[in-house]
Structure formats: structure tokens, C-alpha cells
């Protein structure tokens, strides 16, 4: 966010404050539970939102070197993204084309080639196919035709987007995606994704959608998180902006109208708030200051009640000293337990009531704006597959 910008959000977060009241929809929404209960809705938001989008699946700097690969399994289609020796960043479908067996179980890693380990079908690190163990055997067959499955990939700010499509058809143009806007927005962060510090993928008991809601509002702030992220930001004030089907959200942290006492040229937005955007359809990403927060949403087979989350730390470099060491262990443990036990805890227990048809809806309002529109754009993007939930204001 260039400065110009971050003049304008600092306007507009005074602004907010001078009114006391926060970014609001016209009026507040009823979204019915079978949005996180329907088998049938989330066939359908597999086949469209978890195949046709082009999603963040990891950054580039993990995979610097030819040979380095990682792995991933998006809304059950296992991954593989590898860096050739050519330099090339590639994404495959992770399944042998023999038997359909799972080619590489590690997480990530470098190699030269990926040896399946159900009959030793061999591919190099470009996809192709280089032997089976009894050409006799499969006599007639052209290895040229039986490279890996490739996914449309491409690098953006940092990130690696795959769009997870084995029928090959093109993928979405990513500037178009984002929108100039974002694009713009995007591009100033991206030095800050060049060092993994830590990620961790974990299995949790609730709908995929419950995961992206967590960071979508900030008024539960000062309630569920009053012992810990509370004390320090100011809650239900919170300018938002859309993009498209992405949009931000802003943590304005209890520093912010101190700030404003100061001269013009001394006050800084990223000093004084976090940036939270939520790129379409399953990414959060958490800017705070000089560091990403990454979180990434998928559903887990046919089950509606589970989901896969993960979470991605990213600084600018490896820490370089002790003391910065020790600063982001405990910046990392601290956002996870955090998360994890309080947010997390209040999805399960929210997955648990709709999952028992209490309540018949939940309501999102009008100072849940981020919400709403999240589910809209879900139900526009599903529109005319399978079943749609309806939305009724309140």
C-alpha cells in the first residue's frame, strides 16, 4: 500500500472514530444452516471454488532451487509443486499414471526425479515420464503419454496460485482475478514473503466456510478474545474495502488515536493497524507491520463438518539474531494458541449447534459487512450448481 493510500485509510479510520460506529452493510442477512450442512452445496463448491479459482497454494521463496519441490492436497486433489532443472516452477497432479497411486508422500524436499513407490514408474522433475520397470510389460504405450497431469501455476507477489483443473483448461488470467486495485495493494508486500518462517496444517471440526468467517469480522474482538487480542485493538471500528470477490479488512489497533495527536508526517498506518485480506475463495492473509500471517481453508472429502487449515508465517528474511529468533517463536505460538483455542474452539462449537439444525440460521450484520459479502460471492460464484442456499434480510 503506497503512501498515498495509506493517507486515505488513515482519513477514513479518523473518520470512523469521530462517528463511533464502523463499516456497515444496508442491513443485516440470515444465512441459513444448510450453507455449512448441505452434501449437495459442497459438491458444488468443490467442483467450482476449489477447481476453477486459481488459489494460493504456497509462496516461491519455499522452492528456490531446482529440485525443490512441496506438496498439497487442495479439496482432496493431492499437489505437487516442483522447480525443474531448468528453473521452471511447474504444479502437477501428485498421482502416479499407471495405477493412480499417491506419487510423493513427502511434504516437501529436492529431487532430481519422483519414483512411484507402488510399481517405481519414474518422472523427472519437469513431469515427464522416464521408465517402466517392465517396458515388456507395457508394450504399445508411449511414455511421452504418460507424463504427470499439469495444473495451470503461475507466481504473483511472492505467491504461488495453482488453479486445480486436470482437464487442462485455461486458467483464469490472475491481474484480472485481483483487479488493479488489489494488484497494486499486493506488490508492496511482496518482499515480505521471501523466508517461510514456520507452517503447520491441521485437521478442525467445522465447515471450511466457519474457517475463512473467523477473520472476517473484527467485533468479536473485545469478547471472545478480551484476555488476549482485545487489549490491544479497538473493536467494531473497522474500515473495509471490496475488490471484486476479495476484499480488506482493518485492525485498528488502541494506539490509533494517540497517533492521531501527532504531526501529519509522524503518523504511520502500519505502526497503528493490521490489514486483513481475504483473497477468494479460501485464503485469509494477516499483514501486521513487517510480516504476513497466512491462512489457507479447504474441505476435506465429503465431509461438510471438517476442514483442512493452515497457517503460514512469512518474514522478509530467516531472523538473523537471537533476540529475533526468539521474537517470532513467540509471535508464531502466540498466533496459533490464540487462534487455535479461542476462534477454532468457537467454530467447533458453532459447527456443533448447526450440525444439530440449532439454530435455523445464523445472522451476519450490518457491521458484518465482510461476512456477507463472503457468502454472496459464494452463492453468485456457485449460482445455477447444485443447490444454493437463499439469503433473506433480516
Known sequence: MDQVRQRRHIAEIAE??????????????????????????????????FRRYP???????????????????????????????????????????????????????????????????????????????????????????????????????????????????????????????????????????????????????????????????????????????????????????????HHRLTVVRSTFTEMLTKPEFEQDLFSNAALVYTIFPNTVLVWQLDHWEMWNFYPVGDRDDICQAKITLLLDKAPDTERLARRWEKNWELTRRTVYTEDFEAGVTIQSSITAGVPSHLVYGRNEIALQDFHLDIDEALMGVGENATRNSC
Open 16 to 49: 470512523l472514530l469521530a462517528e463511533g460506529t464502523t463499516a456497515m452493510a444496508e442491513t443485516p442477512l440470515r444465512v441459513p444452516i444448510d450453507t455449512f450442512t448441505s452434501s449437495e452445496r459442497l459438491a458444488a463448491e468443490r467442483h467450482v471454488l
Open 55 to 245: 488459489l494460493i497454494v504456497g509462496v516461491e521463496s519455499a522452492v528456490p532451487s531446482p529440485g525443490d519441490f512441496f506438496t498439497e492436497v487442495v479439496a482432496g486433489l493431492p499437489i505437487l509443486v516442483v522447480r525443474g532443472q531448468d528453473g521452471v516452477l511447474q504444479a502437477f497432479v501428485n498421482v502416479c499414471r499407471h495405477r493412480g497411486k499417491k506419487l510423493c508422500l513427502d511434504a516437501s524436499g529436492n529431487r532430481r526425479s519422483f519414483v512411484c513407490p507402488f510399481h517405481a514408474w519414474t518422472y523427472d522433475n519437469s513431469g515427464k515420464s522416464r521408465t517402466f520397470v517392465d517396458r515388456k510389460g507395457f508394450e504399445g504405450l508411449d511414455l511421452e503419454d504418460y507424463s504427470l497431469i499439469p495444473l495451470p501455476l503461475e507466481v504473483r507477489h511472492g505467491f504461488i496460485w495453482v488453479t486445480p483443473d486436470p482437464s487442462g483448461e485455461k486458467a483464469m488470467d490472475l491481474s484480472e482475478f485481483l483487479g488493479p486495485s488489489l494488484d497494486a495493494e499486493l506488490v508492496t508486500f511482496e518482499p515480505h514473503t521471501k523466508y517461510v518462517y514456520n507452517s503447520e496444517t491441521t485437521q478442525v471440526n467445522f465447515n471450511w466456510k466457519l474457517g475463512v468467517d473467523t477473520f472476517q469480522e473484527i467485533f468479536h474482538l473485545a469478547f471472545l478474545h478480551k484476555n488476549t487480542l482485545g487489549k490491544s485493538v479497538l473493536s467494531n471500528i473497522t474500515p473495509y474495502e471490496k475488490f471484486g470477490p
